[in-house]
């Protein structure tokens, strides 16, 4: 009998932290990182001001509105969003490169763009990162120091909105405690690269596309 299957096992993963902003994605990429440097943070590109302390491409690549827009007419794009009036996106070439060879790639995205980016590749894994309450949220917030209260008020409000979307998500974690967030996200790419589903893919559906 033909063997139609080929091994897709050294393929990298692509993971997705996504969840309402202050729930501590970046502080969790960079714990991960931490503890497996061989894993790769996909830096997004963005059309909002630097932070205090930011540098461009570190935290993000900071472009302006019309150059973000000159890439999604390009298709460069491997998802973008608008979020409180700033555009938020990755490169697909850059995801492609990395987990082709082998590396697993994090991503921390908006909730709109997770799912734009799972439609585009479903072998995607989506975690969504959820506070242990509100009030956890407005006081992580207001200690970042960042935005005016009104602001804050505005990115909450939101926030309950996005949680509204757990259910097109592949996992839930709790982020109380950083260490413990971290070791369930762990958990979770090590059950990942053990399904069978991601061991093989058959040749004879991939001629068929």
Not at 2 to 12: A, D, F, L, V, W
Not at 102 to 124: Q, S
Not at 161 to 180: K, P, Q, T
């Amino acid at each position: 009998m033909k063997n139609n299957r080929k091994t897709e096992k050294n393929r990298g993963l692509l993971v997705v932290l996504s969840g309402p902003s202050g729930v501590g994605k970046n502080s969790m990429i960079r714990a991960l990182i931490d503890d497996d440097p061989s894993l790769f943070h996909s830096i997004s590109v963005t059309t909002r001001e630097p932070r205090k302390g930011e540098i461009d491409g570190v935290a993000y690549h900071f472009v302006s509105k019309d150059k973000f827009r000159a890439l999604i007419g390009a298709g460069d794009m491997l998802e973008y969003d608008l979020y409180c009036d700033e555009y938020y996106g990755t490169l697909q070439s850059l995801i492609t490169e990395k987990t082709d060879k082998g590396i697993d790639v994090l991503l921390d995205l908006t909730i709109k763009g997770a799912l734009e980016l799972k439609k585009n590749d479903p072998n995607a894994v989506l975690i969504f990162l959820m506070p242990p309450s509100l009030d956890a949220l407005r006081e992580r917030l207001l200690d970042r120091g960042t935005e005016s209260r009104e602001r804050i008020e505005q990115r909450l409000k939101t926030a309950e909105r996005e949680m509204g979307c757990i259910d097109s998500f592949d996992y839930l974690v709790i982020n109380d405690a950083v260490e413990d967030a971290v070791e369930d996200i762990k958990a979770i790419m090590r059950a990942e690269k053990r399904l069978v589903t991601r061991s093989f893919v058959d040749e004879s559906e991939a001629d068929r596309v």
